[in-house]
């Protein structure tokens, strides 16, 4: 039986990352030798901040997503902006609600 992580994983290579603006035309990630996918590289920290809330508005996630991930980000600068996230450069930023809604799914099929 798969767990929790490796279904929310399935589900975002198998849908986020086949809309990502990084994803090449021949399928890969444009970031790869670049940066780390900033959703990829967070699955367990992402699972519980979703874990954790339960709200039909997606402020209080964004909110959790800053506290747990932005704060210890090595792109986020001490005055709390992101350049990357200003660009639309982040994809955890950008696909963050589509995100926020996989892993509920997942958890609701998990209960
Ligand atoms: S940045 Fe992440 S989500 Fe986007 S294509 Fe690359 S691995 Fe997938
Ligand atoms: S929005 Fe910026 S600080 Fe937050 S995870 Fe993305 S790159 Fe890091």
Same mark, same amino acid.
């Not at 990352?17 to 992402?46: H, M």
């Given at each position: 039986?798969?767990?929790?992580?490796?279904?929310?994983?399935?589900? *975002? #290579? =198998?849908? %986020? +990352?086949?809309? /990502?603006?990084?994803?090449?035309?021949? $399928?890969? &990630?444009? !970031?790869?030798?670049?940066?780390?996918?900033?959703?990829?590289?967070?699955?367990?920290?992402?699972?519980?901040?979703?874990?954790?809330?339960?709200?039909?508005?997606?402020?209080?996630?964004?909110?959790? *997503? #800053? =506290?747990? %991930? +932005?704060?210890? /980000?090595?792109?986020?600068?001490?005055? $709390?902006? &992101?350049? !990357?996230?200003?660009?639309?450069?982040?994809?955890?930023?950008?696909?963050?609600?589509?995100?926020?809604?996989?892993?509920?799914?997942?958890?609701?099929?998990?209960?």
């Amino acid at each position: 039986m798969t767990s929790l992580k490796e279904r929310v994983e399935a589900r *975002l #290579r =198998e849908d %986020v +990352c086949k809309a /990502c603006v990084f994803r090449t035309a021949t $399928g890969e &990630c444009s !970031l790869e030798g670049v940066r780390d996918c900033p959703i990829l590289t967070r699955v367990d920290t992402i699972i519980e901040i979703v874990r954790g809330i339960d709200s039909p508005d997606v402020a209080p996630y964004a909110q959790a *997503l #800053r =506290e747990a %991930v +932005c704060a210890n /980000c090595e792109h986020q600068h001490p005055d $709390g902006t &992101c350049r !990357l996230r200003d660009r639309l450069d982040c994809a955890l930023d950008d696909y963050f609600t589509w995100i926020v809604n996989i892993v509920d799914e997942e958890l609701a099929a998990t209960e």
